[in-house]
C-alpha cells in the first residue's frame, strides 16, 4: 500500500483540475471545427452552457474529499449544473418556449435547497426551498392558464401558514 504525504495530496486534486480544464479546451477546439464543418448543431453558440460546469469539478472533487466540510458547495453546483442543463435545453429549443418555462429559474435555487436539507436535515432550508418552488408551481400554473394549479396551490399554501400558526403556538 502506498502512502501519500499532505503535498502529494494537494497536488493531485490540482492536476486533476488541469485534465478536465485541458478537456475543456479540446472540447472548444471540436466544437469549433464542427462548426467550421458544417455540424452547428455542435457549435459553441449551443454547447456554451456546459462551460457553467466548470466550477463545479473542483466544488464537487471538495464536496467528495470532506463531505461535512464542504457541505455548502451543494448549492453551487446544484444551481449552475440545473441551470446547465436548462440553457442547453434553450439552445436546442431557439429559446422559443422562454416566455413559458421561465419559472424553472426559480426551480434551481429551490433545488438545491431541497438536497441542503437532505444533506444536513436543518429544516431552515425547507423554508425558501418551499417559498421557491411553490412560487414555481403557481407561476406555471398562470402561465399554463392552469386555475385548477395555480387555486390549488394557493389553497396548499393557505393552510400550511394555518397550521404553522397553530404548531408554533402549542410550542409556545
Known amino acids: ?48 452552457p456546459l462551460f457553467m460546469l466548470i466550477p463545479v469539478i473542483p466544488m464537487g472533487m471538495a464536496f467528495v474529499r470532506e463531505p461535512k466540510k464542504a457541505v455548502g458547495v451543494m448549492i453551487p453546483i446544484v444551481i449552475l449544473t ?8 434553450c439552445n436546442y429549443t431557439d429559446w422559443r418556449f422562454i416566455n413559458f418555462i421561465w419559472p424553472n429559474f426559480l426551480l434551481g435555487p429551490g433545488i438545491a435547497f431541497v438536497v441542503m436539507f437532505y444533506l444536513t ?24 392558464d392552469s386555475h385548477l394549479l395555480s387555486g390549488v396551490s394557493f389553497i396548499v399554501v393557505g393552510l400550511l401558514l394555518i397550521f404553522s400558526f397553530f404548531v408554533k403556538s402549542k410550542k409556545e
Open 121 to 144: 436535515r436543518k429544516s431552515e432550508f425547507l423554508i425558501p426551498a418551499g417559498i421557491l418552488i411553490l412560487l414555481a408551481i403557481i407561476f406555471f400554473g398562470t402561465l399554463f
Open 82 to 89: 440545473y441551470y446547465a442543463a436548462f440553457f442547453i435545453v
Open 1 to 48: 500500500m502506498q502512502v501519500i504525504n499532505r503535498e502529494e495530496q494537494k497536488e493531485k486534486p490540482e492536476g486533476i483540475f488541469k485534465i478536465f480544464l485541458a478537456a475543456a479546451f479540446i472540447i472548444v477546439g471540436c466544437s469549433l471545427l464542427l462548426s467550421a464543418l458544417g455540424l452547428h448543431f455542435l457549435g459553441i453558440s449551443y454547447i456554451w
